[in-house]
T-cell receptor
Framework: NAGVTQTPKFRVLKTGQSMTLLCAQD?????MYWYRQDPGMGLRLIHY???????AKGEVPDGYNVSRLKKQNFLLGLESAAPSQTSVYFC??????????????FGPGTRLTVL | AQSVTQPDIHITVSEGASLELRCNYS??????LFWYVQSPGQGLQLLLK??????LVQGIKGFEAEFKRSQSSFNLRKPSVHWSDAAEYFC?????????FGGGTRVLVKP
């Protein structure tokens, strides 16, 4: 099992460019999450998905879009990148959404710089 | 809304010494509390979690945490640190299916 993988590991964009981050999990998990990590602020939830074809907004969704066309994949899109989106992005997945019985498994992260 | 504060941004500890990381939370109901560790270049790994019952929770890698409702705290401890414990540690509070993280504490271990 690879667990949770993220592509790419690093990326540099210019302001206004677009890109898509890919998260893949091979654990047959229903729930998937996208977080961003900024110094001193911990991780903040951007969007999440409770199953194939469904997505929902998290704490900081503005400027991002997501799609979950396949159960194993969760894509995070930036349509017009801004310097404020410079961050480390983490994907996570869990079997169901219960914080009591489940564990969120995290990918290794994608470091994005927007110039 | 829930929130988490980790008062210490950096902590330096000697190898073999004890470690305590502070975490204070704000939440209206009974909290679900978590500690995660992030080693350099890695994603987050769950160390332990608390939902109810015994207020002293044992986790992986020799860590434990104590829930104190009166102080709204969930401090993480390890009796004797190893060089491999150098990492960033995050406390989190859960509600529904969402986690709210603190800002993290970076631990440096001196030989």
């Amino acid at each position: 099992n690879a667990g949770v993988t993220q592509t790419p590991k690093f990326r540099v964009l210019k302001t206004g460019q677009s890109m898509t981050l890919l998260c893949a999990q091979d654990m047959n998990h229903e729930y998937m999450y996208w977080y961003r990590q900024d110094p001193g602020m911990g991780l903040r939830l951007i969007h999440y998905s409770v199953g194939e074809g469904t997505t929902a907004k998290g704490e900081v969704p503005d400027g991002y879009n997501v799609s979950r066309l396949k159960k194993q994949n969760f894509l995070l899109g930036l349509e017009s990148a801004a310097p404020s989106q410079t961050s480390v992005y983490f994907c996570a997945s869990s079997r169901q959404g219960s914080l009591i019985t489940d564990t969120q498994y995290f990918g290794p992260g994608t470091r994005l710089t927007v110039l | 809304a829930q929130s988490v504060t980790q008062p210490d941004i950096h902590i330096t500890v000697s190898e073999g010494a004890s470690l305590e990381l502070r975490c204070n939370y704000s939440y209206g109901a009974t909290p679900y509390l978590f500690w995660y560790v992030q080693s350099p270049g890695q994603g987050l790994q769950l160390l332990l979690k608390y939902f109810s019952g015994d207020t002293l929770v044992q986790g992986i890698k020799g860590f434990e945490a104590e829930f104190k409702r009166s102080q709204s705290s969930f401090n993480l401890r390890k009796p004797s640190v190893h060089w491999s414990d150098a990492a960033e540690y995050f406390c989190a509070v859960g509600a529904g299916n969402k986690l709210t993280f603190g800002g993290g504490t970076r631990v440096l271990v001196k030989p």
